[in-house]
């Protein structure tokens, strides 16, 4: 006969020891001019200290907040697989969303914070992000937002973003200001020049906001100039639509259909949630780790 209690026990411990691995940090980032402290979820790779130091990933919620449960599965993973992560909490709703311009310096700030950590490989940061975490994810390798956010000449080792919309991002490649409500607080050009970083697209090839174009992603990848090209990669998941790891919802967006305004449908999809998190994680693992 089996004793449950012995096993209880020992249940309730390793689970106290995976949670006590999880570390509620805050940090701050200059906003304007002042201070802005953003909070974030930090867990460390297995093993690692100040004597042998971890390449680690920061992890960006969607426009919905950081309740839409995206990163944690993410961290999960690359947590098994040697990184450690940092998960932010921007802000936990989307009425509680914060101005485009306010969040670039907390994404820099997060670089600026794990570089400082004495169990972090500073040169190995990456980043990644879900919608609206794959647009900030993508700015994060332009050379100008760099320059201008990124403190003591930091970036970012390698750039993962998930469905993002790409056709304006298109656009500004090519230097060409999109319309359907999208008016960003960076010079003009910003999406010119890049820092040489690896980026991979990991796209949904039924996206509404890019008018079910699965093309459309790689249009993106084609309209950046020949000398940063090369540094451009994407994957497209054929049946996935926008937010395929978050619940099923349908709502009007003024930037769907390529901004011409149209509803938006997010279909939960477990098997390419699966697939595209073990090939985010591949990404990572070839290029930083």
């Excluded at 994957?235 to 149209?262: L, V």
Aim: glycine share 8%; charged share 15%.
């Amino acid at each position: 006969m089996i004793c449950l209690r012995p096993l209880l026990a020992l249940t309730s411990m390793l689970f106290a020891l995976a949670a006590a691995a999880q570390e509620a940090v805050t940090y701050e980032a200059g906003v304007g001019n002042a201070a802005a402290t953003t909070s974030a979820i930090f867990t460390p790779a297995k093993g690692s200290d100040a004597s042998n130091k971890a390449p680690a990933i920061v992890l960006i919620h969607s426009a919905g907040g950081w309740s839409d449960g995206t990163t944690a599965p993410l961290a999960k993973e690359l947590n098994a697989s040697g990184f450690s992560t940092l998960e932010l909490r921007l802000f936990e709703t989307s009425r509680a969303a914060i101005p485009t311009d306010r969040l670039m310096p907390r994404i820099y700030g997060a670089l600026s914070y794990l570089a400082g950590r004495p169990d972090i490989e500073k040169s190995k940061v990456g980043i990644a992000g879900f919608s609206m975490g794959a647009h900030l994810s993508i700015w994060a390798a332009s050379k100008w937002m760099t320059e201008t956010y990124s403190n003591d000449g930091l970036k970012f080792a390698a750039h993962a973003p998930v469905y993002p919309m790409c056709w304006p991002h298109t656009l500004m490649a090519k230097n060409i200001p999109p319309q359907g409500g999208i008016n960003l607080p960076f010079q003009k050009d910003f999406l010119t020049q890049w820092t040489g970083a690896p980026v991979k697209v990991f796209a949904a090839g039924q996206d509404d906001y890019d008018d079910r174009d699965p093309k459309a992603c790689q249009e993106f990848v084609d309209a950046i100039s020949p000398p940063y090209r090369g540094a451009f990669d994407i994957i497209t998941y054929a049946d996935a639509t926008h937010g395929w790891n978050q619940a099923s919802e349908s709502f009007y967006a003024r930037t769907a259909c390529k901004g011409r305004g149209c509803k938006n449908n997010n279909v939960n999809n477990p098997a390419v949630t699966a697939l595209s998190t073990g090939d985010i994680v591949k990404f990572f693992v070839s290029k930083i780790k």
